[in-house]
Nanobody, 124 residues
Framework: QVQLVESGGGLVQAGGSLRLSCAAS????????MGWFRQAPGKERTFVAA????????YYDDSVKGRFTISRDNAKNTVYLQMNSLKPEDTAVYYC?????????????????WGQGTQVTVSS
């Protein structure tokens, strides 16, 4: 059974930092691309960042490029999202997901397992 558990969310002031973690209990974690998405109240879930199986290739939404960094530790079956220079508009529930393709995409439909989400709130 696949299980993804996110952690590291919380309340932070604008300009602050948070590091999200996603621990995955899947056999082929080291062969899977991984992604982070977020969903603000009343809005659709949108792409934030993704990483390929080895960690050599990363992808970001323009809104977080230069502020967020995705990384992974295949020995720990964990993917991370380092978030710096946070803005109030980053407030959302953040979800990690397992990609179905070796090269990750920005489309939710190409991710087949999801975590329960972790709340990130950025105050102004």
């Amino acid at each position: 059974q696949v299980q993804l558990v996110e952690s590291g969310g919380g309340l932070v002031q604008a300009g602050g930092s948070l590091r999200l973690s996603c621990a995955a209990s899947i056999r082929a974690f080291s062969l899977s691309s991984m992604g982070w998405f977020r969903q603000a109240p009343g809005k659709e879930r949108t792409f934030v960042a993704a990483i390929n199986w080895s960690g050599a290739s990363t992808y970001y939404d323009d809104s977080v490029k230069g502020r967020f960094t995705i990384s992974r530790d295949n020995a720990k079956n964990t993917v991370y999202l380092q978030m710096n220079s946070l803005k109030p508009e980053d407030t959302a529930v953040y979800y990690c997901a397992v990609g179905m393709r070796p090269i990750p995409t920005t489309y939710r439909e190409t991710y087949n397992y999801w975590g329960q989400g972790t709340q990130v709130t950025v105050s102004s």
